[in-house]
């Protein structure tokens, strides 16, 4: 049996208390608060056998073998070193900390001491967040594409907040943490770090109703090595009810793909009724209702698998290295609402944060395809007719960097007429895919194609050997097509474009 310590038994103490009912390998066995009467009734409602106003002496007990950090996040940093020496095993709630460079000392700490260590994020552990990243895993909407967040606010609805609480969120809010943003903002931070991947930028404008509270926000972000967006608004809605046995405000996703959309309804309370999960295939809608989905279950998971880590049967979510790649997302949202400029979370690394970001930004302007010329109206292209000797071998062995996992379901007839250039007389080709395989009819061209391209020869074959670029060629007006155009959307993959 593991002994664990709950060190703050504030109001978010009561779920996290919900996890260790009946649970057969671990259980409340002390309790700490700095309110002495508070500690003492937590210890008898929750059967627990020792109560502390003093942390320290919590963690002096010999029997304790593992504790959980309930305390304002302000103060994590002192807590955890000192349990993390005491050799507990430690879980402290989101956030962990305020600043990279004290969670880069609390994850060294566990690293030396060899105890296990995670940032409490319930929403990784909310069954329809963790089902909605299995759907997106075994490929239900195809490669995802990005991700919306709706966040709102209210003080209407919910549970009962004791005033000491607001009085510490009060406190949080004069250091400049928000309590929207920062604090709340964590679970909507790691969710879509979860579902999507490392973020690499971020840009955020964050208002205020009152001075106090940083909403309404908008927060964007481009996740790491890919194409992947988001966007999560946070509104506050001063005269709206919100139903919720919990805190007054809620939030629900909605994932992109290729294929498919994803809809997770349910969120800290119950604004939308509906079914937990809905999924779009392309062809229909199927609603899905058999996963649990009250806040509290975020707290239960959490909890039940810091037990299973301390016995070495499943990872932590979050380690502590996941959750500082959260808190600097985090980070860079607080940077660029009070610079006014998009951030990237690799700033953080260099002596001269806003050099960094502007030589990344003069790098990546030539991939920007709105609001600028991208070539010359008079030149600048070059000649094409010196790969037209190539372009009929070229186009024969399309089989062989055809990619039929680009074009899932592509069965069709595609046409390719390549004008004479250079050396290169008229071609014309008919490109028949079916059920993932691809052949080439050289000859004529098909009478009902999907989709049919009209090019220079010289050009198809430097767009096949890289050296052009597709989609240029169609902003120049040198690619002709007939048909379905939508189509040649899938080119560039299907058939490995890319220069």
Known sequence: MINVGLIGCGRIADLHSLGYKDHPHARIYAVCDLDGERAEARRIEWGADRAY?????????????????????????????????????????????????????????????????????????????????????????????????????????????????????LEKAALGYGLETFDHGHHEWATAWFLLGEVERVS??????NGVLDCPATIMWKCRGNKRYGICDFMFAADMNIPTKYYSNDEWYEINGSRGILLINRGTGNILDGPAISLFDGHRWTHIDDVPSDWAEGFIGATHNFIAAIRGEEPPVLTGEQGREVLRFSTAIQESARWRREVYLDEFAHPFPAWHSWLQRRRERKEVIVGRRRFSLFGGWGSTAKYAAQAVALTEKLAERFDPAQAPGWNCVLGLHLTAEGHCKEEKFAVRIQDGKLTVEHGDLPEKALLTLRMPAGLWAGILLGKKRIETAVLRGQIKYEGRAEEGLKLRSAFRMGS
């Open 53 to 169: 106003t003093d942390y320290r002496e919590l963690l002096r007990n010999p029997d304790v073998d593992a504790v959980e950090v309930l305390t304002p996040f302000e103060t994590h940093e002192r807590v955890v070193i000192d349990a993390i020496k005491a050799e507990k095993h430690v879980a402290v709630q989101k956030p962990m900390t305020t600043t990279l460079r004290s969670a880069d000392r609390m994850v060294q700490a566990a690293e030396d001491a060899k105890v296990v260590f995670k940032v409490t994020e319930i929403y990784c552990c909310y069954p329809p967040i963790v089902r909605a990243k299995e759907m997106i895993e075994a490929g239900a909407i195809g490669e995802p594409a990005g991700m919306r967040i709706k966040y709102i606010n209210s003080p209407h609805g919910g549970w009962e907040v004791p005033t000491a609480t607001y009085e510490q969120q």
């Open 204 to 209: 955020a404008w964050i208002d205020s109703e």
